[in-house]
Structures are given as C-alpha cells and as structure tokens.
T-cell receptor, first 113, second 109 residues
Framework: KAGVTQTPRYLIKTRGQQVTLSCSPISGHRSVSWYQQTPGQGLQFLFEYFSETQRNKGNFPGRFSGRQFSNSRSEMNVSTLELGDSALYLC????????????FGEGSWLTVV | QQPVQSPQAVILREGEDAVINCSSSKALYSVHWYRQKHGEAPVFLMILLKGGEQKGHDKISASFNEKKQQSSLYLTASQLSYSGTYFCGTEDRGQNFVFGPGTRLSVLP
C-alpha cells in the first residue's frame, strides 16, 4: 500500500510569489491535514479536510489556503510568500474517524528568498 | 487546545530510562505518540484508545489515564536510535486532533 505522497519535495520561491503543494493520501483515507514546521519548532496545524470539506483550521493568515478533491487528494496554496514562510510543510492522512492513526508524508521543503 | 508535554528536553546516556508526559485540559478520546528525527517526517509509534490502556513495542511503552487526561511514554534502556523529538497528539470526541510542542530526547553513547 503506497504511503502519503507529497510533491514537490523541494522548492525555492521568491518573496511575493505564490506556491502550490500537493498531497496524495493513502488509499481509502478521507482526511488530509497540513502542518507547517520551521527549524526547531513543533508541528503547527494549518487545516484539515475531510470529504472535500474543511473540518478544522489553525491560526494562519488567509494567505494560506487549501482544498481537497473528490479523490481525497489535497493541495495547499500560499500566496504572497514571505521569508517567514520558509519551512517544511507536512501532509498527513487518516481514515477520518476518531482513533485512527495519522500517517505523514515526507514533506515539502519550501525556501523563500 | 494544545496538550502540554514535559520535559521539554532530556539528555540520557545509552541504557538509561526516560519518561515523557503529555496532559490535556480536554476530555480525550485517544492519544497518539510520534517520533521525529532531524530532517525527517514524524513516524507513528503507538495509539492509545481506552482509558487505562497500556501498549508497548520493544522497549518503548505508553499508558493513558483517561480520568486525568494524561499519557506517558516510557523509554527503557534507551538506545542511540531513540534520539529525536517526541510528539504526543490528542484527539477529542469531536475528532479534533492537536499535537503537543514536542520533547527533544538526546541519547549519548
């Protein structure tokens, strides 16, 4: 069974640009969550999607947005990039019901210059 | 609301034991434990679903006290490979899941 797949793995963007990151969850998983992790920091929750609907949202500005498609694949978008957006962005999927394991992808390393 | 983890960091010698605690102010349905090594994604260790449940794998085990809304991760006879940051994640009955701030564990030879 394939794991959570994130693309691209590494990318460099310029301040002011926008970026779109993609996540393919494990087959059968309907919940996809996104996290931001800066060096030495914890897992900052961005949002969770379940069956194409945003179920939960963290405390991030509106520049951060996401969506989920009918096949459960998810994308997150960051507009008007700032230097502080440089981070590892992790996608995680789970079946969706309470008490199910969350599986992480390898992450997308974003550097904003 | 984010659970509290303690200690924030711990340094051990190989073979020593450690305990990492996770507590929440909310009623919990489940507690999850993950370990993350530098530059890598978090890796699932175990999930505890019932109050009082204890689980173990190799020399790593955990307990969940539902009444106190607390969980503890026990690392016995630590190995160099145990080094990393340990995160607990708590889930309430509304399927709201949140990770703790992490505990940095360093095992020295």
């Amino acid at each position: 069974k394939a794991g959570v797949t994130q693309t691209p793995r590494y990318l460099i963007k310029t301040r002011g640009q926008q970026v779109t990151l993609s996540c393919s969850p494990i087959s059968g998983h309907r919940s996809v969550s996104w996290y931001q992790q800066t060096p030495g920091q914890g897992l900052q929750f961005l949002f969770e999607y379940f069956s194409e609907t945003q179920r939960n949202k963290g405390n991030f500005p509106g520049r951060f947005s996401g969506r989920q498609f009918s096949n459960s694949r998810s994308e997150m978008n960051v507009s008007t990039l700032e230097l502080g957006d440089s981070a590892l962005y992790l996608c995680a999927s789970r079946v969706g019901d309470s008490g199910n394991t969350i599986y992480f992808g390898e992450g997308s390393w974003l550097t904003v210059v | 609301q984010q659970p509290v983890q303690s200690p924030q960091a711990v340094i051990l010698r190989e073979g020593e034991d450690a305990v990492i605690n996770c507590s929440s102010s909310k009623a919990l349905y489940s507690v999850h434990w993950y370990r993350q090594k530098h530059g890598e994604a978090p890796v699932f260790l175990m999930i505890l679903l019932k109050g009082g449940e204890q689980k173990g794998h190799d020399k790593i085990s955990a307990s969940f006290n539902e009444k106190k809304q607390q969980s503890s991760l026990y690392l016995t006879a630590s190995q160099l490979s145990y080094s990393g940051t340990y995160f607990c994640g708590t889930e309430d009955r509304g399927q709201n899941f949140v990770f703790g701030p992490g505990t940095r564990l360093s095992v020295l030879p």
